[in-house]
């Protein structure tokens, strides 16, 4: 059903009437303009100089020596000048008028066209066709518009991968945990089962996966919005990291990984969190247990630069490939999806880790190597000594 002929004719008039052609129509309309300007200046002025050369000829009808031709022929010849030099005009002008029009067009075109590509790109990328590329020239201006427009395209193909990714892994967080408890309470209800410790510590166990999850997606979610609250206070950084360290002497002897803490006893007071800088830590150190094979050694490091406090947390894993290495704080991202997902980890880790870092003030970035392990720096600000 059609809805209106008004809302038709304009929709058409601004199909018909687009940027190529108004560009078009308004280059060669000054271009015009300027070709009949200077050109009835022109024949204004040739005009002026022939009457004035034959004003001076007549001038010189006076003189007695030599004889003056006839007044009719030098009306003659007057006219069949100008003739040519109106002829003259005529043809120069309808070049102008043709280079106008190649001109106007050319111009408009060069400018329109890449718009055009854009415009259609983005409609492509509207209809949910994400990683649209264009190669678009016209100017610098306009290709830093289209390497925009393609880093643009790639962001959002990866953001809608990794959205497909995270409903698939919160429903397999979900589902597994779930089908758990559900078989167990089911096996209770029918009394297949009794309820003894191996029960309870099998529904604990999937009960801490689910809650585990919703905390992180609510922290994330806080992350996102910019409401993570902290209440900053001189924190001493040794005291700090060594407690945070110690959680984990269990999880390290277990699997056989040594601790190296290289961390100064004089560094100064940190302006943080205590509570949201261990849980750094201990998404870091969690990490690092997850990918240290057994044998392996984890390094605790920290020193003072400038007014930040630069902590890394290093272990001697596999490493991370270098174009894998920029995504690692994206969530849900796994550079070992089987694996993360057999010790039930979310991939939220680090993406909260480096929201609350920011958080602070400071910075998160990582650096590995294939075969030599992977590095997490964090920088935090210095307590002013002052109020320290």
């Known amino acids: 059903m059609r809805r ?17 052609f108004k560009l078009f129509f308004a280059i060669l309309g000054v271009t015009l303009a300027c070709v009949v300007f200077f050109a009835l200046l022109s024949n204004y ?30 009306i003659s010849f007057k006219e069949e000048r100008l003739d040519v030099v109106n002829l003259s005009y005529i043809i120069t002008g309808l070049l102008g008028i043709l280079l106008a029009f190649v001109l106007s067009w050319y111009i408009s075109n060069r400018v329109s066209k890449p718009l055009a590509e854009l415009t259609s790109a983005t409609g492509s990328i509207t209809d949910g066709e994400y990683g649209k590329q264009v190669t678009v020239k016209g100017g610098s201006e ?24 995270m409903i698939a892994d919160i429903s397999h967080e979900l589902r597994n945990p779930l089908a758990a408890q559900r078989g167990h309470l089911e096996a209770l209800e029918d009394g297949v089962i009794d309820l003894d410790e191996d029960v309870i510590s099998i529904l604990m166990k999937n009960n801490l996966l689910l809650s585990r999850l919703v905390e992180d997606l609510r922290q994330l979610s806080l992350v996102d919005a910019g409401q993570v609250e902290l209440e ?3 924190v001493d950084a040794h005291e700090a990291l060594r407690v ?23 560094l100064p007071a940190l302006r943080a969190d205590r509570g949201r800088i261990s849980q750094v830590l201990a998404n870091l150190l969690t990490n690092a247990l997850l990918y240290t094979p057994a044998g392996g050694q984890i390094t605790l490091d920290a020193k003072e630069v400038e007014e930040e406090v630069v902590i890394s ?54 650096e590995s190597e294939i075969g030599q392990g992977t590095s997490i720096f964090f920088t935090l600000p210095v307590f002013p000594r002052e109020h320290a």
């Open 4 to 20: 209106s002929t008004v809302s038709d004719t304009g929709f058409r008039l601004k199909k018909v009437f687009s940027l190529r």
């Open 45 to 74: 002025l040739v005009h002026r100089q022939f009457e004035q050369t034959f004003e001076g000829i007549r001038v010189m009808v006076d003189e007695p020596q030599p004889p003056p031709p006839p007044h009719s022929e030098m």
């Open 142 to 165: 306009v290709e830093e518009l289209g390497e925009a427009f393609n880093a643009l395209s790639q962001s959002l193909e990866r953001n809608e991968v990794l959205r497909k990714n």
């Open 232 to 234: 900053l206070m001189p």
């Open 244 to 266: 945070a360290a110690s959680n984990f002497e269990h999880d390290l002897t277990e699997k056989e990984i040594s601790l190296v803490m290289e961390i100064p006893t004089n």
């Open 313 to 366: 947390v290093s272990d001697t894993g596999p490493g991370i490939e270098q174009e894998e290495l920029t995504f690692i704080f994206d969530r849900f991202h796994r550079t070992d999806r089987s694996r993360t997902r057999d010790t039930g980890g979310t991939g939220l880790g680090l993406s909260i880790a480096k929201g609350l870092v920011e958080a602070h003030g400071g910075r998160m970035w990582a």
